[in-house]
């Protein structure tokens, strides 16, 4: 399958500091990316889709101040968590599509963002 | 509210024998479908897919089942190996958007 990477694998930072996850699809073109979160024991969590060079859609729930996510590439999007606190402490992956909404999409590897 | 239900949070098979991981679904826009197999502390890694202008897909040892009518789908592992315990997510997407909805997975241990 295609091949996404996620960069950092693992982050500890401190409380109220900002943590930049970077998603980079390697051989293909990425037109939609997908941020999600899990929770220990518990589902993926969609928190937000990005079109490339547009802005991206966030799920209910989901603070846009607080988790900025840009795709301005075709292979690379990142989410900057600002002013983390403990509880933004999660597994984060991004996930990358080629195609339309019937193609399937490949994740990266997920960063374990840990705020202390 | 869940769009996407997988009702067993764990499946214990033996080797050898047929595993089948069950999802549900309640947004009639869903109209592709897709398996994951993932490990701890690693993103998801793609399976199989299906349309919903099929009711088969078939590859290897899997196949993925779909009734449109009944909004359920079943992933078939056979025969299953000790190499296939991991946590399965049911995803479905459609719509315009497109996003990649998931159901909050089932833990399949296949004994040797």
């Known amino acids: 399958g295609a091949v996404v990477s996620q960069h950092p694998s693992r982050v500890i930072c401190k409380s109220g500091t900002s943590v930049k996850i970077e998603c980079r699809s390697l051989?293909?073109?990425?037109?939609?990316m997908f941020w999600y979160r899990q929770f220990p024991k518990q589902s993926l969590m969609l928190m937000a889709t990005?079109?490339?060079?547009?802005?991206?859609?966030?799920e209910q729930g989901v603070e846009k101040d607080k988790f900025l996510i840009n795709h301005a590439s075709l292979t690379l999007s990142t989410l900057t968590v600002t002013s983390a606190h403990p509880e933004d402490s999660s597994f984060y992956i991004c996930?990358?599509?080629?195609?339309?909404?019937?193609?399937?999409?490949?994740f990266g590897q997920g960063t374990r963002l840990t705020v202390v | 509210d869940q769009q996407v239900k997988q009702n067993s949070p764990s499946l214990s098979v033996q080797e050898g024998r047929i595993s089948i991981l069950n999802c549900d679904y309640t947004?009639?826009?869903?109209?592709?479908f897709l398996w994951y197999k993932k490990y701890p502390a690693e993103g998801p890694t793609f399976l199989i897919s299906?349309?919903?202008?099929?009711d088969k897909n078939e590859d290897g040892r899997f196949t993925v089942f779909l009734n449109k009518s009944a909004k359920h789908l079943s992933l078939h592992i056979v025969p299953s190996q000790p190499g296939d315990s991991a946590v399965y997510f049911c995803a479905a997407s459609g719509g315009s958007q497109g996003n990649l909805i998931f159901g909050k997975g089932t833990k399949l241990s296949v004994k040797p």
């Open positions: 051989d293909f073109q990425a037109t939609t």
């Open positions: 996930s990358a599509r080629g195609g339309g909404a019937r193609t399937e999409a490949f």
């Open positions: 299906i349309s919903s202008i099929k």
């Open positions: 947004n009639s826009m869903f109209d592709y």
């Open positions: 990005s079109n490339e060079g547009s802005k991206a859609t966030y």
